[in-house]
């Protein structure tokens, strides 16, 4: 597996790009902004963007949607409800293969109600669901135990050694924010 | 031989155990057969994107070395020199770097969350967007670092010296910060339900 993050400049969101080494099909998660930083990459790799996916749809995260469309001829996915982002709509427990590499869609709303994680083995990138040391914000108590329980069932359910990506901020483990993120203990 | 890294890991050779093998190496760090063989062989300028998960190093002179985005997690590092080392997005989480000096060391977006910094030195490092949560760093030295958006949250920093650091964003959540010394701290931190009894302003 190839993987690089990229902090972008809007809002201080990460993207990241994961590929197959082998067939050198690559994702892109999230697209706040298209920084050339990432096209520069994918050159110097000679990887092919095929599929971009959104894990909610806010600015930060979708800002240079339109910018990849334009230059890229890739699938674009996100996650139901309510999300006005065009392209394929994906719910829990869907696949997404990318060559050799098979990732699956975790239901995690709450911060939106589009918000949806995807795990790789070994990594999971969590959008605005799941910080380090935090959680995405919400607009109700309710919308509040949503995220938690939907954190709790399909991402604190990983494995610990699984690496957390989130769309701001650093990385963690699922270890890491199961035992000390303030929110859950 | 086809080297095992932290996103392309290779399983160690050892029948029957299940964990990832280090760079450069068939085995993981319980089934190496001459571990200070090893150890000897790894090139401190280069061991960006390295697997070294479990190692021990403790005491080593690893000033300078390049562990950018290299995975430690669980290593032993207690009383090394890692002072200036480039540990960019590096992995340290369960890691013992008690005692260890990292003076200058580059620790942007590493990941310390669980880690052990006990008496470690980290004058003027950069700590920005580091992962803290829930670090153990008692007494532990980071005056003049830069701390900027890092998130110590439930990080157990009681007696710690972050005099003249810069805390703007930095993420206390639910830290313990008794006797810690904030004197001369430039910037805005969150201290929402942190210990701050005997705090030195």
């Given at each position: 597996?190839?993987?690089?993050?990229?902090?972008?400049?809007?809002?201080?969101?990460?993207?990241?790009?994961?590929?197959?080494?082998?067939?050198?099909?690559?994702?892109?998660?999230?697209?706040?902004?298209?920084?050339?930083?990432?096209?520069?990459?994918?050159?110097?790799?000679?990887?092919?963007?095929t599929t971009v996916f959104i894990t909610h749809d806010h600015y930060d995260h979708t800002g240079g949607l339109s910018s990849i469309i334009e230059r890229y001829d890739v699938q674009v996915l996100s996650g139901r409800g309510g999300s006005g982002v065009k392209g394929k709509k994906v719910k829990h427990g869907d696949e997404v293969r990318i060559g050799s590499l098979t990732g699956k869609v975790l239901a995690t709303p709450g911060h939106t109600g589009d918000s949806v994680s995807l795990v790789f083995p070994g990594m999971v990138f969590t959008g605005d669901a799941l910080f380090s040391g935090s959680i995405g914000g919400v607009s109700s108590p309710q919308d509040g135990k949503l995220e938690v329980d939907h954190i709790r069932r399909n991402i604190f359910t990983l494995p610990d050694e699984y690496e957390i990506h989130p769309g701001h901020g650093p990385s963690s483990t699922v270890g890491i924010e199961r035992r000390h993120n303030p929110f859950f203990v | 031989?086809?080297?095992?890294?932290?996103?392309?890991?290779?399983?160690?050779?050892?029948?029957?155990?299940?964990?990832?093998?280090?760079?450069?190496?068939?085995?993981?760090?319980?089934?190496?057969?001459?571990?200070?063989?090893?150890?000897?062989?790894?090139n401190p300028g280069d061991m960006v994107d390295a697997w070294l998960a479990g190692v021990d190093m403790s005491g080593r002179d690893l000033e300078g070395a390049n562990l950018i985005g290299a995975r430690l997690s669980g290593a032993s590092l207690a009383g090394a020199n890692l002072r200036n080392a480039e540990l960019r997005r590096t992995f340290l989480d369960g890691a013992n770097l008690s005692g260890a000096q990292l003076d200058g060391a580059n620790l942007e977006f590493a990941v310390l969350g669980g880690a052990d910094v006990c008496d470690a030195s980290l004058k003027g490092a950069n700590v920005q967007r580091a992962n803290l949560v829930g670090t153990r760093g008692l007494r532990a030295n980071f005056s003049g670092a830069n701390l900027y958006y890092s998130r110590p949250g439930n990080a157990d920093f009681r007696e710690a010296d972050f005099t003249g650091a810069h805390i703007e964003r930095t993420i206390f959540r639910r830290a313990n910060l008794a006797g810690a010394c904030l004197a001369g701290t430039v910037g805005t931190a969150n201290f929402e339900n942190a210990n701050l009894e005997g705090v030195k302003r």
């Open positions: 597996m190839i993987f690089r993050p990229f902090l972008l400049n809007v809002n201080e969101s990460n993207a990241f790009v994961i590929a197959c080494e082998e067939t050198g099909e690559a994702l892109l998660v999230d697209a706040g902004d298209f920084d050339t930083h990432i096209e520069d990459f994918l050159h110097e790799k000679r990887l092919r963007l | 031989m086809k080297r095992s890294t932290h996103y392309a890991p290779l399983c160690c050779k050892t029948p029957g155990c299940g964990a990832r093998a280090l760079t450069e190496a068939e085995h993981c760090w319980v089934h190496i057969e001459d571990r200070e063989a090893f150890l000897k062989s790894l």
